[in-house]
């Protein structure tokens, strides 16, 4: 049994994903856990994360707050979070690249807000984005209830290691993905339009620079269409390398056939960057037509 001390009170998002990702790496039923600012309890323990004023990870501490704390290359602080998952986040994702992945998405996020650097500005709106670390924050005790800080601390930890698994699992499938449409890239004699026989992330072609569209069949869970896609100029936009005609946004099925000529079409996004057919046939020679 491993004894896990991290700080009493007040939880964030880096303390309750650190214990997410010890429950992943070490199995939850061999944890003792303990939120404590005792100091003969933190030297006691076999892991201490976000208390305790060191970081040693051969001696499994993890903690930010004290001077010299560890700061990632691109200048983002680390908190628990990265700090943990930089120790076992390998093993636990199964590869270094998609510990890494995780590391971007989730671990730096949630480790800059605890720190407090900012990663955007405000545009017009004045709207900040609903980010984890916010859901996170809402699961402390309400003001002026009798919730306790340790049980509802652990019912964060649950959601947040589902979070961390599902994140896990569509990065390794995205590993994966990546790796078909390299492969549909590289064999590829005219590489501006991509065809794929299996439902893919399009969001993947934007690192090629000469291809513009993509055929891909829609997910069979849901439909037998097929999709023939802009591809964004790239992964900051939402700009596209083409798009379909703007008077065909929007329009479905035998309105869309009328004034597109396809005669099994059945959508056109609005923004003018997706359409949809039940055809591959159709899917392919839309985008020869319009990606060209």
């Known amino acids: 049994m491993k004894k896990i001390v991290t700080h009493s009170g007040a939880f964030h998002a880096d303390d309750v994903f650190a ?3 010890l429950q992943l790496y070490l199995g939850d039923e061999n944890l003792e856990v303990t939120r404590t ?6 030297k006691e323990a076999d892991w201490v994360f976000d208390v305790g004023a060191i970081y040693d990870p051969q001696k499994q501490r993890f903690d930010h707050h004290q001077p010299g704390a560890p700061i990632r290359d691109n200048g983002i602080p680390y908190a628990a979070f990265g700090l943990v998952w930089q120790q076992v986040g390998e093993e636990v994702a199964g590869s270094k690249e998609i510990a890494e992945a995780i590391d971007e998405s989730l671990g730096m996020p949630i480790d800059a807000n605890d ?9 017009d709106f004045q709207v900040a984005p609903l ?22 601390f652990m019912r964060a930890v649950e959601i947040a290691r589902e979070v961390l698994e599902r994140f896990i699992t569509h990065e390794q499938a995205r590993a994966e993905m990546d790796k078909l449409v390299r492969e549909v890239y590289e064999a590829a004699q005219d590489k501006t339009i991509l065809v794929f026989d299996q439902p893919v992330s399009t ?45 065909w946004g929007g329009l479905r099925n035998e309105e869309l056939a ?32 319009f990606a060209k």
Not at 115 to 123: H, K
Not at 258 to 284: M, N, P, W, Y
């Open 203 to 247: 969001k993947l072609c934007v690192k090629y620079p000469d291809v513009r569209a993509a055929v891909t069949p829609d997910d069979p869970r849901v439909s037998y269409n097929w999709a023939a896609v802009a591809i964004r100029k790239n992964e900051n936009s939402f700009e596209t390398r083409f798009s379909f005609p703007p008077e």
């Open 131 to 152: 980010e984890i670390q916010n859901f996170i924050a809402k699961l402390n005790p309400v003001w002026g209830t009798d919730e306790d800080y340790d049980n509802n």
């Open 258 to 289: 009328q004034v597109s000529g396809v005669e099994d079409a059945v959508f056109c996004h609005r923004s003018g960057f997706l359409f949809i057919t039940k055809s591959k046939d159709s899917a392919v020679a839309l985008a020869k037509k």
């Open 37 to 42: 600012r005792d100091e003969k309890l933190i």
């Open 115 to 123: 720190n407090g650097t900012s990663l955007y500005e405000l545009n």
């Open 19 to 21: 214990m997410a990702a």
